[in-house]
């Protein structure tokens, strides 16, 4: 299964995010956890160079309203909202993207690397739960400490008590309008490895 889109056009973006968010769904089922219910917070995209990045920004940003890019680990990040959320079942859409450049500090997939999941204020009891079968826990913020099961092809769900998009709030941040890091790469076209995508 592709899970890199061709292109970063809507349409493209949006068919291959239904099969990966598919993908990722069916692969909590495996393990016991049912996702398919829970409010999606984001879908992260992670590319090999920061050229590859502002291609994929600069077509992204055509159909969102605001991307709210700041530096995090020594790079930018965008989290752009999507005009019209990309829909992936009745009443659930994906109304963010995580757009991640290099560096990588350690082997991630390119392309749809993750989808996280909001659970809400059960998010400690969902710990709990499924605590034997997730890789471990992220510790990011005050307001931001994900659990996530990293899979064989090195793509991942996360599971959030709160949504990405509501995390930046949190932190004091605003969505509004298109906004950029001041910042520049040594290497525009240096790529951490070659872990690509099928």
């Known amino acids: ?32 956890i049912d996702a398919s219910g829970y409010r999606i917070s984001h879908l992260a995209i992670r590319t090999r160079t920061w050229n590859d990045y502002v291609a994929a920004r600069d077509a992204i940003e055509s159909y969102s309203t605001a991307n709210l890019e700041n530096v995090w680990n020594g790079r930018p990040i965008s989290k752009l909202v999507l005009a019209e959320p990309i829909e992936i079942a009745e009443g659930i859409g994906i109304p ?7 560096f990588h500090q350690r082997v991630y997939r390119m392309g749809l690397e993750h989808v996280g999941f909001v659970v809400g204020p059960e998010h400690q009891a969902f ?14 913020s005050r307001f931001c ?13 996360k599971f959030y008590e709160t949504s990405l998009g509501d995390v930046c709030r949190l932190e004091g941040a605003a969505f509004d309008g298109i ?11 240096a790529g951490p490895y070659e872990i690509g995508c099928d």
């Open 1 to 32: 299964m592709t899970r890199e889109p061709g292109g970063f056009e809507r349409d493209d973006l949006a068919s291959a995010a239904r099969a990966f968010t598919a993908q990722q769904i069916a692969r909590c089922a495996a393990l016991g």
């Open 96 to 102: 963010l993207i995580e757009l991640i450049p290099p």
């Open 127 to 140: 710990i709990e739960r499924h605590r034997e079968v997730l890789t471990g826990q992220q510790f990011q």
């Open 145 to 157: 400490a994900p659990v996530y099961r990293l899979f064989d092809d090195y793509t991942h769900v």
């Open 179 to 189: 906004v950029h890091a001041d910042w520049q790469p040594a290497d525009p076209d």
